[in-house]
């Protein structure tokens, strides 16, 4: 008998000390994007501040945190989290009202979260973002793909349900193009020779994309889609929508090359290359 309550012991301080309880909050908002060209279209987002940012919110967890995630719906119309990865979906989140969900990851890597309601015409209003769950304290970066056909957008802020064919014109890295995707902390990789640097991607637009990268070859550490892929090192990585990827880069010489998806048209921005997918990783000795 006092062995059975020693072991118990044992095991409720193991399962203590390997969970972690944090809590975090996520806002749904309403606001404008406004292209490089001088268009302003309606947009929404998922943000850490109730002010609207383009950039959808970008979660990182300990691969032992419980995430007990408050969820704020700022805009007129009804919203909900849903994770497929991750196997969570909140209640429905009427407007001005808010919900709460526990996440929690079996394993470590990249995972995408987007607005379940309406599927997927409210995640093609701009509400899809990554989560991560590390278990290592590698340097990380992280690009969320996305194109942005202005047509769509206007149409699904209108409650119209698009007819023509999706031909997106922008295509995106956290909401941004070249070159401000070079200005942007998040994306932009910089390191020293020797380094291990992780690069989580997810793809929460519509069309595939194929990152190739100049200069050196990478990892592939997480696959959402093909987990037998893992482990491979290559410099080409394909990436279907509602995917995600987690690489690892360990840079063997210094110097400044770029990435970029190799579906061209995705380089582009309104028809002009290379406003698109196009980035820089900034090696130093
Ligand atoms: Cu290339």
Known sequence: M???????????????????????TLYINQGFFQTFNGSTISYKSFNSASDFDKTNAVLTYSSIDTVSLTLINNDVISHQFRSASLGV???????GSQANISIHA???GTYIYYDGQDYPNNKNLGLAGMIVFKNSNAASFYWNLKELDTLWVNELSNGIT?????????????????????LDPLARVVGNVGDTILIHIS?????????????????????????????RIKDTFPI????????QMVPHQPGEYPVHDHNLVAVTGANLYPNGMFLTMLITP
Not at 2 to 24: E, H, M, T, V
Not at 162 to 182: D, Q, R, T, V
């Open 162 to 182: 698009p007819s023509a064919i999706y031909n997106p014109k922008f295509f995106l890295i956290n909401g941004n193009h070249n070159p401000n995707i070079n």
């Open 203 to 231: 793809n929460t637009g519509n069309a595939s994309h194929s990152l190739h990268f100049h200069g050196y070859h990478l990892k592939l550490l997480q696959s959402s889609e093909h987990p037998y892929q893992e482990g």
């Open 2 to 24: 006092n062995r059975i309550l020693i072991c118990f012991l044992f095991l409720s301080i193991g399962l203590y000390g390997l969970s972690n309880q944090i809590l975090d």
């Open 240 to 247: 279907h929508p509602m995917q995600t990827l987690t690489l």
């Open 106 to 108: 079996e394993q470590a």
């Open 89 to 95: 979906s909140s209640v429905v989140i009427a407007p």
